[in-house]
């Protein structure tokens, strides 16, 4: 057999030990939990709109989660809403949760129209969905996707 053969399923299994070695590297994570847990209006313009969400994130890994930021674009009653991202870090520790402030960005002129009918038809509550990334200080895990989805009393 020339040994040219022989060298081929040897590079193989090398390669194959490699990449489950550098798969054993990369922890597995599960995707945070986010909630809405309050909204406070900083900015109100004809044209645009500033607001301070405080957001609840739930950690379901054994590990911390040290986050460098949040980016995310969050709809309000089918409707696009805004869009914006966290100011600083923070980690949220293993199993456990943390609470945070982000400022939302919006022009309401366009969609508030069509957001008050559902308010009318329900006042105590309306739905949001958050769509984004949770960027991490994680080493080969440098962002998370998301999508959360919820109701946000109007109490």
């Given at each position: 057999?020339?040994?040219?053969?022989?060298?081929?399923?040897?590079?193989?299994?090398?390669?194959?030990?490699?990449a489950?070695?550098?798969?054993?590297?990369?922890?597995?994570?599960?995707?945070p939990?986010?909630?809405?847990?309050?909204?406070?209006?900083?900015?109100?313009?004809?044209?645009?709109?500033?607001f301070s969400?405080?957001?609840?994130?739930?950690?379901?890994?054994?590990?911390d989660?040290?986050?460098?930021?949040?980016?995310?674009?969050?709809?309000?009653?089918?409707?696009?809403?805004?869009?914006?991202?966290?100011?600083?870090?923070?980690?949220?520790?293993?199993?456990?949760?943390?609470?945070?402030?982000?400022?939302?960005?919006?022009?309401?002129?366009?969609?508030?129209?069509?957001?008050?009918?559902?308010?009318?038809?329900?006042?105590?509550?309306?739905?949001?969905?958050l769509?984004?990334?949770?960027?991490?200080?994680?080493?080969?895990?440098?962002?998370?996707?998301?999508?959360?989805?919820?109701?946000?009393?109007?109490?």
């Amino acid at each position: 057999m020339n040994p040219r053969h022989r060298l081929v399923p040897a590079l193989f299994a090398v390669a194959a030990l490699g990449a489950a070695g550098c798969a054993g590297l990369v922890p597995k994570l599960e995707t945070p939990q986010l909630s809405v847990i309050g909204v406070e209006v900083l900015d109100a313009q004809l044209l645009e709109q500033r607001f301070s969400v405080r957001m609840r994130v739930r950690n379901p890994n054994d590990r911390d989660l040290p986050i460098r930021g949040l980016s995310y674009t969050m709809q309000v009653a089918g409707q696009d809403f805004g869009r914006g991202m966290t100011a600083k870090a923070f980690t949220v520790p293993a199993l456990g949760e943390a609470e945070f402030d982000m400022i939302v960005t919006t022009n309401l002129a366009g969609s508030l129209l069509r957001i008050l009918p559902q308010l009318e038809r329900n006042p105590e509550s309306i739905e949001y969905r958050l769509e984004g990334r949770v960027n991490t200080d994680l080493g080969l895990v440098r962002s998370i996707p998301f999508v959360e989805k919820g109701r946000l009393s109007m109490k």
